[in-house]
């Protein structure tokens, strides 16, 4: 491996400042105001953000965490100019197929911890962090669309040596594991999605065999996304745009 593909052991240690200063914007947390009787209707009730604040403060170890995430072994590598992230856990049978696993947004590898253990008695798993998200930040540059990730992560299949393997993704992850296949289709055997996101492409025409239930289905999901991607768009460093069928360049994690 050249110096630009050396992989390097990697290992969780959050400064005690970085988790004294988030406990102390928790504890001073100004809360709104709220209508008798609203519920859910209009977002989050107060009652239930104050007891998920409660939660972080009193009931999460972030410390034991940090422990069960670090008994993965970990490494980053830079590609393409950006650092990677990943876990690279093999499977006791030398003879296993890997297995390149894609979480979604906004997540982390962490989404994938409860399917390590059963998953690792058949493949050999790499778990990497996408670019932007957890630690493979910060961001190095713009446009790290669906299709560069691909090409960073065929990449890293390279350097730990898998020349055959199969790619799963879920949510932003569905987007990158297709473009694996169209990248490298004599090396990828296989791909499984979950959490498939489509959209329309606004073609004339294309809603015409949609029964009455999916338009409506469509026309509420479109309602509930009103707010949401303008919000989204507005915010900094954030830029949503309508997704095209191969191209996703999702925002870079808080």
């Known amino acids: 491996m050249t110096e630009k593909t050396s992989v390097v052991p990697f290992h969780i240690n959050v400064a005690q400042a970085e988790l004294d200063a988030l406990r102390d914007r928790l504890t001073q947390t100004r809360w709104p105001g709220e209508l008798p009787g609203v519920g859910w209707s209009r977002g989050t009730p107060v009652a239930y953000a104050r007891e998920l604040v409660e939660?972080?403060?009193?009931?999460?170890?972030?410390?034991?965490?940090?422990?069960?995430?670090?008994?993965?072994p970990q490494f980053t590598t830079v590609i393409d100019g950006q650092t990677i992230h990943f876990a690279h856990v093999r499977s006791d049978d030398p003879g296993a197929l890997p297995l390149l696993l894609l979480h979604g947004w906004p997540s982390s590898f962490v989404e994938l911890l409860d399917v390590i253990e059963p998953l690792a008695k058949e493949f050999h798993l790499v778990i990497p962090s996408l670019p932007g998200f957890a630690f493979s930040t910060p961001l190095a540059e713009p446009g790290w669309t669906a299709a560069r990730m691909a090409g960073a992560f065929v990449e890293l299949m390279t350097v730990l040596g898998y020349e055959?393997?199969?790619?799963?993704?879920?949510?932003t992850g569905a987007f990158v594991a297709p473009e694996m296949g169209h990248l490298a289709p004599e090396r990828v055997i296989?791909?499984?999605l979950n959490g498939v996101l489509s959209f329309p492409a606004g073609?004339?025409?294309?809603?015409?065999?949609?029964?009455?239930?999916?338009?409506q289905r469509s026309a509420e999901l479109e309602e509930a996304t009103a707010g949401y991607v303008p919000i989204q768009s507005r915010s900094p460093q954030r830029r949503l745009r309508p997704v095209?069928?191969?191209?996703l360049e999702p925002p870079p994690a808080p």
């Open 244 to 247: 095209q069928r191969r191209e």
């Open 203 to 215: 073609v004339e025409g294309e809603d015409a065999q949609l029964s009455a239930v999916e338009r």
């Open 164 to 171: 055959r393997y199969g790619v799963q993704g879920g949510d």
């Open 55 to 72: 939660h972080w403060l009193t009931g999460f170890d972030r410390r034991a965490q940090e422990r069960r995430l670090n008994e993965l």
């Open 190 to 192: 296989g791909i499984h």
